[in-house]
């Protein structure tokens, strides 16, 4: 069961992130159906640690198996997606592949594996031309900053005025 729960309008869901560069790209995805790019990644499952998790979906969307050289950021993230409210807390590693992934000339590619997504090797100074979520994502990746930090984005939709 993956660690996202869903009460009325709002969702929590726990997510990993990879962060991989070859050759000065980074690689990105987004759903079929979306424009919007994130970092490849998923759900934490209940009871599963965050780098076995990111290990799992990176077999899973890409059919690669890969190291987790570190830790990198802490993504903090409150906003609205398909009319509900997101807390999503999202953990970003750095990783390289064990087995070569190719460039695909820049071009996007699909695969068997996760067929509802669409991934692309982006070169770092190509950013802006991508939207990418949580921007802050972004901004680490053009800057080449890659120092582990904790970043809060969006406010908190539930304010609690209790002493």
Same mark, same amino acid.
Do not use: C
């Given at each position: 069961?993956?660690?996202?729960?869903?009460?009325?309008?709002? /969702?929590?869901?726990?997510?990993?992130?990879?962060?991989?560069?070859?050759?000065?790209? /980074?690689?990105?995805?987004?759903?079929?159906?979306?424009?919007?790019? @994130?970092?490849?990644?998923?759900?934490?499952?209940?009871?599963?640690?965050?780098?076995?998790?990111?290990? !799992?979906?990176?077999?899973?969307?890409?059919?690669?198996?890969?190291?987790?050289?570190?830790?990198?950021?802490?993504?903090?993230?409150?906003?609205?997606?398909?009319?509900?409210?997101?807390?999503?807390?999202?953990?970003?590693?750095?990783?390289?592949?064990?087995?070569?992934?190719?460039?695909?000339?820049?071009?996007?590619?699909?695969?068997?594996?996760?067929?509802?997504?669409?991934?692309?090797? /982006?070169?770092?100074?190509?950013?802006?031309?991508?939207?990418?979520?949580?921007?802050? /994502?972004?901004?680490?990746?053009?800057?080449? @900053?890659?120092?582990?930090?904790?970043?809060?984005?969006?406010?908190?939709?539930?304010?609690?005025? !209790?002493?």
């Amino acid at each position: 069961m993956d660690a996202v729960f869903h009460v009325e309008h709002q /969702v929590f869901n726990y997510r990993v992130a990879a962060v991989m560069i070859k050759e000065g790209r /980074v690689l990105m995805h987004r759903a079929k159906a979306e424009t919007n790019w @994130s970092l490849p990644g998923g759900r934490v499952k209940l009871g599963e640690d965050a780098q076995t998790s990111l290990k !799992r979906e990176m077999k899973e969307e890409l059919d690669v198996n890969v190291t987790v050289d570190g830790f990198l950021w802490t993504v903090e993230n409150f906003f609205t997606y398909a009319e509900k409210e997101i807390h999503e807390v999202g953990l970003y590693f750095k990783i390289t592949e064990n087995k070569a992934l190719p460039l695909h000339n820049g071009e996007e590619f699909t695969v068997l594996e996760a067929d509802r997504l669409v991934f692309k090797w /982006v070169p770092l100074e190509k950013l802006n031309e991508y939207v990418l979520y949580p921007q802050v /994502v972004k901004e680490k990746l053009k800057k080449g @900053s890659f120092e582990p930090d904790y970043f809060l984005v969006g406010q908190s939709p539930v304010v609690d005025n !209790r002493s």
